[in-house]
């Protein structure tokens, strides 16, 4: 299978997809953009996930990227997509087709993937799988672009220099979108989510892996309801921003 007729055939069966080839990707932008973050997680079990899920809901954030960087992945989506559907799950680290695969029969509403590499863009495509792969590099974002996706996770964003380097792709790139992970810190939010180009930020703040392993789900929960609250107040800055015309 081609890129090009990956991307179509995602387009046809990706939920609230428009009809031409690379425009799969923008629902996913806009399904990330009500949230503003996206926890980044990785778990040890199914239990594990239901519990983290669990707090996540208690704080008011019903999104999570579960990594498949342990053999749980696939059993804690699974479970969480089951017993927690008013939770969006979305599966990470996606760095082959049998993770691809692996995602979807797990009821993965999205994958995420750290670099890209087109077989695995097509095998999402082809499963309709809304999908941001990685990409750090201008070359990255073309190659992305050709392949008929305009939604992108920015990694790692902070290091390959965060809000300078979307601020310098937004000039020949306009239509391309970002979910920045690496490095972003909540004192960073304001500034990233100023612009347009970035619907959410991924991050592993509000839920570590040292505090899912201590079953500290508590203090998850705290650090999920403070993350909203910061987006409630970033959001309501900009709006007042906007009718003030600034």
């Known amino acids: 299978m081609t890129a090009?007729?990956?991307?179509?055939?995602?387009?046809?069966?990706?939920a609230g997809a428009e009809s031409a080839a690379g425009t799969r990707t923008p629902?996913?932008?806009?399904?990330?953009?009500?949230?503003?973050?996206?926890?980044?997680?990785?778990?040890?079990?199914?239990?594990?996930?239901?519990?983290?899920?669990e707090a996540l809901l208690r704080g008011g954030l019903p999104v999570v990227e579960i990594t498949f960087r342990t053999d749980a992945a696939a059993a804690a989506i699974r479970a969480v997509a089951a017993e927690l559907p008013e939770?969006?799950?979305?599966?990470?680290?996606?760095?082959?087709?049998?993770?691809?695969?692996?995602?979807?029969?797990?009821?993965?509403?999205?994958?995420?993937?750290?670099?890209?590499?087109?077989?695995?863009?097509?095998?999402?495509?082809?499963?309709?799988?809304?999908?941001a792969p990685g990409i750090a590099t201008p070359s990255e974002l073309e190659l992305g672009l050709s392949l008929g996706l305009d939604f992108?996770?920015?990694?790692?964003?902070?290091?390959?220099?965060?809000?300078r380097l979307i601020d310098?792709?937004?000039?020949?790139?306009?239509s391309a979108g970002f979910m920045p992970t690496g490095?972003?810190?909540?004192?960073?939010?304001?500034?990233?989510?100023?612009?347009?180009?970035?619907?959410?930020?991924?991050?592993?703040w509000i839920a570590p892996t040292a505090l899912i392993a201590a079953g500290d789900f508590d203090e998850i929960r705290q650090r999920t309801a403070a993350s909203v609250a910061r987006i409630g107040a970033i959001r309501e800055t900009h709006r007042k921003e906007h009718r003030n015309g600034a």
């Not at 090009?4 to 990706?14: D, H, W």
């Not at 932008?29 to 996206?38: C, I, P, S, W, Y």
């Not at 993965?108 to 890209?116: D, H, I, Y």
């Open 152 to 163: 992108f996770k920015l990694f790692p964003a902070e290091p390959i220099g965060g809000l």
């Open 27 to 53: 629902p996913l932008r806009e399904l990330l953009a009500r949230f503003g973050v996206v926890p980044v997680v990785a778990v040890s079990s199914a239990d594990e996930g239901l519990r983290l899920g």
């Open 168 to 174: 310098a792709l937004a000039g020949p790139y306009p």
């Open 4 to 14: 090009g007729t990956a991307a179509t055939a995602g387009t046809a069966n990706a």
């Open 87 to 131: 939770l969006v799950v979305g599966a990470g680290t996606l760095l082959g087709e049998a993770s691809v695969d692996a995602a979807v029969d797990a009821g993965a509403a999205f994958g995420v993937a750290p670099g890209l590499r087109p077989p695995v863009a097509e095998r999402a495509a082809a499963l309709g799988l809304p999908f």
């Open 183 to 204: 490095g972003i810190r909540p004192e960073l939010l304001a500034d990233y989510l100023a612009r347009p180009s970035v619907a959410a930020c991924g991050g592993t």
